[in-house]
């Protein structure tokens, strides 16, 4: 690998060992809803170091802008107003790649090569190598890759593996007014976020929690949140996981189909090597020549 | 060009180029399909331009595939409609892989075997092209648990029609006298009072 920062754990599409010598330490952004503002300087700093600009869109009535994800946004903020316990609520969340530990893209892409995910954890697309095919669409269990319809390649965030190669943090953690989000070790960051949630309980959100959904192997995004119990308040899936048809798709159907199709091919030239060819009888040669 | 004289045709020069134009594409579909399917076959797109360039070409094998495959179902399901002996020959399937086909009930134009392979393929066809639209991305955007689905059902009766196109080629080759008539129509009377000789009686009846 070109960068120790950067050794890889998986790629797509490849079936043998990735190198595997060193284990760096996994890092985590952290994500803390309670804290953030929705000023979207994030989505700003995102289009500033990725070099990435979203056409001008339409204000639709609602502060979410852009309103989508897309190949030239990567993160946006979304606003969602919920009534609890008789008050409004105004749960704003950076929306994003959650760079799982248990990637559905990685395990989707039948590129190889054209998602890794590194050591450290962050899942990063090469779009060299795509082919545009969208099977990371399909696998994604949080709606995160956006296919452009300009190239045909996908985007999405790939947590500055740029910046954090070089030891920097995101740029959206860098530019973030309130300290709402943070980025460190993984481990760090969950002790972050347990001194986080302690306060937030003791201020009557007894339901305060982490989202580090289990289902994925845990990710490498997290989130505080004042719900947790109902992470679909914020448009969050409440146990994300890849889904079994992709699991099949990618899974037991791959050794099963080669094995299928050996079988047939191997049982056709066996059986010609046994019985030999079915030609047409002398007989009915004869009777034909006489005719 | 005259060969033998008393050849049987079996198949006009219009229904051999429309085989031909399915037969190509599937073999095209077949390799650019499980390059996006296994890793081990990933190198197949190098026949294709690349990665991408089999991505961009597959569907269009595909609407290819279906277009000829149409006017093959138009042609030829008259000539495959099951009937009873076609099912007494499958029962007795076990014997003709023997190589022991003397006492094989008699066979019109297709046998048992054919009539269900027709069928089999009509039906995949029929999994396949939706599946196939329900994946094609750069023009079409489902739901996304319609594209899992389909991801599913494609890939799966892919299989399915591959291994019945190795049947479907390793009968033609196992049974001598028969790849020329893909080739250029004709086969030998000997060839059709073998393996065909209700159809043989019938185009020899004058």
Request: charged share 10%; hydrophobic share 25%; with cysteine.
């Given at each position: 690998m070109a960068l120790q920062s950067l050794d890889i754990e998986r790629r797509s599409a490849t079936t043998t060992p990735v190198p595997g010598v060193r284990t760096p330490l996994e890092v985590a952004k952290l994500i803390d809803v309670t804290t953030?503002?929705?000023?979207k300087a994030c989505q700003v700093s995102c289009s500033e170091w990725n070099d990435i600009r979203a056409p001008v869109g339409s204000n639709?009535?609602?502060?979410?802008?852009?309103i989508d994800l897309s190949p030239q946004a990567w993160t946006v903020m979304r606003y969602a107003e919920v009534e609890e316990g008789g008050r409004l609520q105004w749960l704003i969340r950076k929306d994003g790649?959650?760079?799982?530990?248990?990637p559905g893209c990685v395990l989707s892409c039948p590129a190889p090569d054209a998602i890794v995910q590194f050591k450290n954890g962050i899942v990063d697309f090469h779009?060299?190598?795509?082919?545009?095919?969208?099977y990371c669409l399909t696998g994604c269990p949080f709606n995160i890759p956006r296919l452009s319809e300009e190239d045909g390649k996908v985007y999405k965030c790939s947590l500055c593996s740029d910046r954090v190669a070089v030891g920097q943090e995101p740029s959206c953690v860098k530019t973030c007014p309130t300290g709402a989000l943070r980025f460190g070790s993984k481990e760090d960051m969950q002790v972050i976020a347990a001194e986080r949630i302690a306060n937030l309980q003791q201020r009557?959100?007894?339901?305060?929690?982490?989202?580090?959904?289990?289902?994925?192997?845990?990710?490498?995004v997290m989130y505080v949140l004042h719900h947790a119990d109902r992470p679909e308040l914020y448009g969050l899936p409440q146990d994300p996981a890849i889904s079994p048809l992709v699991e099949l798709w990618k899974g037991l159907a791959k050794p099963l189909a080669i094995a299928t199709m050996a079988l047939v091919g191997f049982a056709s030239l066996f059986h010609y090597v046994t019985k030999g060819p079915n030609a047409v009888s002398k007989e009915i040669e004869k009777e034909e020549e006489a005719a | 060009m005259r060969r033998n004289p008393r050849d049987l045709t079996r198949y006009t020069p219009g229904q051999r180029a429309t085989h031909w134009v399915v037969g190509i594409s599937f073999i095209l579909l077949g390799m650019s399909g499980l390059a996006f399917f296994h890793p081990a076959f990933y190198p197949f797109t190098m026949l294709f331009g690349g990665g991408t360039w089999a991505r961009i070409l597959h569907p269009i094998f595909g609407v290819l595939m279906g277009l000829a495959f149409i006017l093959m179902v138009i042609r030829f399901t008259k000539h495959n409609l099951m009937s009873r002996v076609d099912w007494q020959w499958i029962g007795r399937i076990g014997e003709m892989v023997n190589g022991n086909d003397e006492g094989m009930p008699e066979q019109g134009k297709y046998n048992g075997g054919q009539k269900l392979l027709f069928w089999l393929l009509l039906l995949g066809m029929l999994l396949l092209i939706p599946s196939g639209i329900v994946l094609w991305r750069a023009y079409f955007d489902f739901p996304v648990e319609w594209v899992r689905w389909a991801a599913v059902v494609h890939s799966a009766t892919a299989v399915v029609m591959i291994c019945l196109i190795f049947v479907h080629v390793y009968a033609a080759i196992w049974v001598t006298g028969t790849i020329r008539a893909m080739w250029y129509g004709t086969v030998t009377r000997a060839w059709a009072k073998q393996h065909h000789r209700d159809w043989y009686r019938q185009v020899t009846r004058d």
């Open positions: 953030c503002i929705g000023c639709i009535g609602v502060y979410d802008n852009p790649c959650m760079h799982c530990a248990d779009q060299e190598h795509c082919t545009g095919c969208g009557g959100f007894a339901n305060a929690g982490l989202y580090d959904p289990p289902g994925v192997g845990g990710t490498h | -």
